[in-house]
């Protein structure tokens, strides 16, 4: 009888009453889900479980979507994820020091596609990407080409192991598929810092090369 008053004096009063009663119901609910079932992530049937006792709210069907959209694209990425892992890498490439560096990445499977490399910091910032193209002459091979501005930042974002010798991190993208979105393997690689005498028509000068060179 309540109600019936003060709809007929304020109806927009009485709906918000209604709705902030069934959101209560649902936080209620969800709460003594989370209770039950602790903290393991829901599935797709309590996801189905939630909409047949809410499919009456269209806020709460909207997030279902959502969540299960979002669950999806999860389910996508560690498939990418799992299949990129069984992808072998090696990677090869020589420049003299003021020149771009040229990196050839060989790859088995062989329809395993590589899209481009980045240059990691040991915290694992990205330094700069390079696009990957494919070597029509030698397949399945890639190569992608660092300048040598970003080359220097990155040697010297390395861990020295001699003088001549720095460790580096290495992230490579891969295309699993069409419909997914790509994939990475991180990989450690050397570069090594090479100096030999060259005889030229005026006499000897000192070549200096970069050489880098690892595997996954």
Request: proline residues 5%.
């Given at each position: 009888?309540?109600?019936?008053?003060?709809?007929a004096?304020?109806?927009?009063?009485?709906?918000?009453?209604?709705?902030?009663?069934?959101?209560?119901?649902?936080?209620?609910?969800?709460a003594?889900?989370?209770?039950?079932?602790?903290?393991?992530?829901?599935?797709?049937?309590?996801?189905?479980?939630?909409?047949?006792?809410?499919?009456?709210l269209?806020?709460?069907r909207?997030?279902?979507?959502?969540?299960?959209?979002?669950?999806?694209?999860?389910?996508?990425?560690?498939t990418?994820?799992?299949?990129?892992?069984?992808?072998?890498?090696?990677?090869?490439?020589?420049?003299?020091?003021?020149?771009?560096?040229?990196?050839?990445?060989?790859?088995?499977?062989?329809?395993?596609?590589?899209?481009?490399?980045?240059?990691?910091?040991?915290?694992?910032?990205?330094?700069g990407?390079?696009?990957?193209?494919?070597?029509?002459?030698?397949?399945?091979?890639?190569v992608?080409?660092i300048?040598?501005?970003?080359?220097?930042?990155?040697?010297?974002?390395g861990?020295?192991?001699?003088?001549?010798?720095?460790?580096q991190?290495?992230?490579?993208?891969?295309?699993v598929?069409e419909?997914?979105?790509?994939?990475?393997?991180?990989?450690g690689?050397?570069?090594?810092?090479?100096?030999?005498?060259?005889?030229?028509?005026?006499?000897r000068?000192?070549?200096?090369?970069?050489?880098?060179?690892?595997?996954?």
């Amino acid at each position: 009888m309540l109600s019936l008053v003060l709809f007929a004096y304020d109806p927009i009063a009485v709906w918000t009453l209604v709705v902030a009663v069934a959101t209560l119901a649902v936080a209620i609910a969800a709460a003594w889900a989370t209770f039950h079932y602790g903290r393991k992530a829901p599935t797709q049937d309590d996801l189905r479980r939630v909409e047949q006792h809410t499919s009456h709210l269209p806020n709460v069907r909207t997030g279902i979507d959502s969540v299960a959209a979002q669950m999806k694209r999860q389910e996508e990425a560690d498939t990418a994820e799992a299949r990129a892992r069984l992808v072998s890498i090696s990677v090869t490439g020589e420049a003299e020091v003021n020149e771009p560096l040229p990196v050839w990445l060989s790859v088995l499977p062989a329809e395993a596609r590589l899209t481009r490399i980045e240059l990691l910091s040991e915290l694992r910032n990205s330094l700069g990407t390079m696009q990957c193209d494919p070597d029509k002459e030698t397949p399945p091979r890639f190569v992608a080409m660092i300048p040598t501005a970003k080359l220097s930042i990155w040697r010297s974002a390395g861990t020295a192991a001699t003088n001549e010798i720095t460790r580096q991190v290495l992230r490579v993208w891969i295309s699993v598929d069409e419909r997914s979105k790509d994939a990475y393997r991180e990989m450690g690689v050397t570069l090594t810092q090479h100096s030999e005498y060259i005889d030229e028509g005026n006499g000897r000068r000192v070549k200096r090369t970069y050489r880098i060179q690892g595997s996954v």
